[in-house]
């Protein structure tokens, strides 16, 4: 991985010695949005738009299957158009109200890498762009002490003075990424990185919908030097379906996370999160689906169950090392036994990586890159070596590497809530097979806030 990622680092390089040159002061206190935020008393209004185009030249395949990235050059568009809306009902409560738009489409249909290269993308296109609900929650803070902390308003909450100790709770429709698994240096795909496992936990399969949503509760417990949260969602009926199931005796995904804030070296911020889950739903094995396949292909759909179970653990560890330097790192494992049901398809992850602000000059452009190498199970491997499909990854035969992506933005601040990016990634072993790629995925995207 030497050569892309050299390459890479000099694509940076050359854009952010081209941004010096076009470079202007920037005002202390930008507008943060196109209308600089809107407020009618208790009514909190914004919204964003997200555009991100990538693309693929030609790449080696001696072969390729039903869910196998294209090895002929592509491009594609994707789009994302949110409004947020928080209603304060008192000083501790609220609720949060969001309407989404999803379009566009992602290369390959989204198909064929576990680490696929855009958040954004729904990866069933038949669902179409209407606008739908992503998030309706009830927000309570209970306070419990008299201290409290100013906090800025944002698309989860327009809260503006909490209490330092305090519970939070959350019920309704949401996205369990809203709360579980958060990185501020690698969580966020509107302004930093792009791949699915490098904003998020590859092995944590968590408990959303086709678009990444679902019903749940989420209570937290928070004090100065650290907090703990637990949650309970409701799990697809099919592996990344668009339903969910409701049945909570057989279909759940149970969540418990650990969040410390250590003062390691003053002045410069520590957290460390350790996340345990588990998912009860009605899952098919990747043991049995071999067992019964005679002379076919195995089908992992023939062998589902109600109430299988998937568990996992995660780490996930942020460091500010300087004013303008941070540096993120994230593990996780699942048991690999049972098909990956929700988020992606990843029972081993590594990764590492840090942003860089490049500038005084401009201080809210970004720089960021990371190193991911994701893994599967054996029992997933042999599925997939025999011709087995899962929802995402499937070449029809399989000779096993770990996916190793590389990928590098620049974030550049253009005024008024706009933001332009470049983005590369480079995915060697795409869908775990070394008979396949690399794939080199250049990208642009534009962000607005309003």
Not at 56 to 64: A, L, M, N, Q
């Amino acid at each position: 991985m030497q050569k892309p990622f050299i390459t890479i680092m000099a694509i940076l390089a050359a854009f952010a010695s081209a941004g010096g040159a076009w470079a202007q002061a920037t005002p202390a206190a930008p507008p943060p949005s196109v209308f600089g935020g809107v407020t009618v008393g208790p009514l909190g209004i914004g919204g964003q738009a997200n555009f991100v185009l990538q693309g693929h030249g030609d790449f080696r395949s001696p072969y390729e299957g039903t869910n196998s990235l294209r090895a002929q050059s592509e491009r594609a568009l994707s789009r994302v158009l949110t409004l947020y809306t928080t209603c304060r009902l008192s000083n501790d409560s609220e609720l949060v109200v969001d309407v989404e738009s999803a379009g566009g489409k992602g290369i390959s249909n989204a198909l064929g890498v576990a680490g696929f290269s855009n958040l954004d993308v729904v990866r069933n296109p038949t669902l179409g762009s209407a606008p739908y609900l992503a998030r309706a929650e009830f927000h309570a803070v209970v306070p419990l002490g008299s201290a409290t902390e100013d906090v800025a308003r944002g698309p989860l909450s327009g809260l503006t003075r909490i209490p330092t100790r305090r519970i939070d709770v959350r019920v309704g429709r949401m996205s369990t990424a809203d709360s579980f698994d958060l990185n501020s240096v690698g969580s966020d795909s509107h302004l930093q990185f792009l791949n699915w496992t490098i904003d998020n936990n590859g092995a944590f399969d968590y408990a959303a919908d086709t678009r990444g949503y679902t019903l749940g509760a989420v209570a937290e417990y928070h004090v100065p030097l650290w907090s703990v949260r637990a949650g309970l969602m409701l799990m697809p009926a099919v592996a990344n379906g668009i339903k969910l199931d409701h049945d909570l005796a057989h279909a759940r995904g149970e969540n418990v996370e650990i969040e410390l804030r250590p003062q390691f070296v003053a002045g410069r911020a520590t957290t460390a999160r350790v996340l345990l889950f588990r998912n009860l739903a009605r899952m098919g094995s990747y043991r049995e689906a071999i067992a019964d396949r005679g002379s076919a292909p195995p089908d992992i759909t023939e062998s589902r169950r109600r109430g299988r179970v998937k568990y996992g653990a995660g780490l996930n560890v942020e460091q500010e090392l300087t004013a303008r330097l941070r540096a993120f790192a994230r593990l996780g494992w699942n048991d690999g036994r049972n098909e990956s049901f929700a988020y992606t398809e990843v029972d081993r992850t590594a990764e590492v990586g840090f942003d860089l602000k490049p500038g005084d000059r401009r201080p809210l452009d970004k720089i960021g890159v990371a190193v991911v190498a994701n893994r599967i199970s054996a029992v997933h491997r042999d599925y997939l070596a025999t011709g087995g499909l899962g929802f995402l990854i499937g070449d029809g035969a399989l000779r096993y590497g770990p996916e190793r992506i590389v990928e590098a933005y620049y974030t550049a601040y253009v005024g008024r809530g706009v933001y332009l990016s470049l983005d590369v990634q480079d995915i060697r072993n795409p869908g775990y097979n070394r008979d396949r790629g690399p794939a080199l995925i250049p990208g642009a995207r534009l962000h607005v806030d309003f």
